[in-house]
């Protein structure tokens, strides 16, 4: 088990990582785009990239920082209760949280069969939308592994 999450935690960093390099791409792409716009001679379909490139942020982004738990909660009402109904809650809630990421990614997979069937692309400079829904996907679906490994930790008492 310690394994599979030292692996867990070595591809969330590797697509946190992914993350924000497409955030400093896109940083990069609006300044440039910005400046030279202003000369007469703006980038040619920065709005896809950077939409495009959005979708990768959030979705390598999302299995890291539920691993570190940056997302925002509300934990002084778990407090009051004794630790049992602490751990049922958790495991509850990472329950529902796996359904529905589960929900997303596969619908995901769904979408970006859709896109890849019908060939679809950005108008501007025919990006294809499919390997972004696909990325995204997975990343969905590696989240419902975090999730799994969250609800084993509480179990185990090693959730701090």
């Given amino acids: 088990m310690a394994s599979q999450f030292k692996t867990l935690r070595f591809v969330s960093k590797l697509l946190n990582i992914i993350a924000g390099i497409a955030v400093t791409v896109m940083m990069l792409m609006t300044v440039a785009d910005v400046l030279l716009r202003a000369g007469g001679h703006p980038i040619i379909g920065t709005y896809e990239i950077v939409a495009l490139l959005m979708g990768v942020v959030i979705g390598f982004g999302i299995p890291q920082v539920s691993l570190d738990r940056g997302h925002v909660y509300v934990e002084f009402l778990l407090q009051k209760f004794s630790e049992r ?10 329950v529902l949280c796996l359904i529905l990421f589960a929900f997303i990614g596969v619908n995901l997979f769904s979408v970006g069969a859709g896109f890849r069937a019908s060939g ?8 294809p939308f499919y390997p972004v829904a696909y990325a995204v996907a997975v990343c969905c ?13 509480i179990w185990r008492g090693q959730y701090e």
């Avoid at 679809?120 to 990006?127: A, D, F, K, N």
């Fill in 85 to 94: 109904v602490r751990n049922v809650v958790n495991s509850l809630t990472r």
């Fill in 141 to 153: 679906l590696l989240e419902c592994c975090v999730f799994i490994f969250d609800i084993v930790r």
């Fill in 120 to 127: 679809e692309v950005s108008p501007t400079i025919q990006l």
